[in-house]
């Protein structure tokens, strides 16, 4: 009740639901956009390693997966395969503190559990090259949102007519910006070259 959809959100995920039905490494269609205006790509949408919940959609293959508890997160933490996930030592550490946290039940959030199960499995996000949705849910009366957000009340844009882009790969420079201005922030951004600094000394994070 707190998300506010483009009209254009809902034949933008039917279409999507169909076109990659069985393809195993898409898990999930969103509708939020936070590129401020960048495009990314030729087509209508791009994919992402990042699933935003506000509007969304998925299909039952991928939905199974999803573990509430995060049962794998305790040996994946440690391995190698973790380190080359993110090879952004900020980003793992980043999202590393969070896992942790909701592996022992310090967050109550079922998103993070969501967006871990897609990490794990390596799975992409289809996200538009525009917002399709606005979340209004933020203020004194809301149950987890009650701080301001920038990103609350952002505009939504018509999609149009669909062009699909091809191959289905990650956008790697829109996922550096969702991390950057989206989840830590630019104002945090002067933290990255101390904690790089920092990283240099002890060694590898």
């Known amino acids: 009740d707190d998300c506010v959809p483009h009209p254009d959100f809902f034949p933008f995920c039917s279409e999507m639901l169909i076109r990659y039905r069985e393809h195993e490494s898409v898990w999930a269609v969103s509708g939020s956009n936070f ?22 959609a998925s299909w039952r293959r991928a939905w199974q997966h999803n573990d509430s508890t995060l049962e794998f997160w305790p040996e994946w933490k440690n391995s190698e395969a973790w ?12 999202w590393s503190d969070i896992f942790e946290k909701l592996y022992r039940d310090e967050i109550d959030t079922w998103d993070y559990a969501w967006l871990a199960s ?27 949102t009650a701080t301001k957000s920038p990103f609350s009340n952002m505009a939504v ?35 990255r070259r101390l904690f790089l600094s920092a990283s240099r000394s002890v060694g590898r994070i």
Request: charged letters at 20%; proline letters at 6%.
């Open 83 to 94: 380190r080359i996930f993110f090879e952004d030592p900020l980003e793992r550490h980043y």
């Open 35 to 56: 590129q401020q205006g960048k495009k990314r790509g030729p087509g209508s949408y791009y994919f992402s390693r990042y699933m935003h919940c506000w509007g969304w």
């Open 118 to 144: 897609i990490f794990w499995r390596s799975g992409l996000t289809i996200i538009p090259n525009v917002n399709l949705v606005s979340n209004i849910g933020f203020g004194t009366e809301a149950t987890h």
């Open 157 to 191: 844009h018509a999609l149009g007519d669909l062009n699909h882009p091809s191959p289905v790969t990650r956008c790697q420079e829109a996922d550096r910006y969702t991390f950057e201005y989206h989840y830590f922030r630019r104002k945090w951004l002067p933290l």
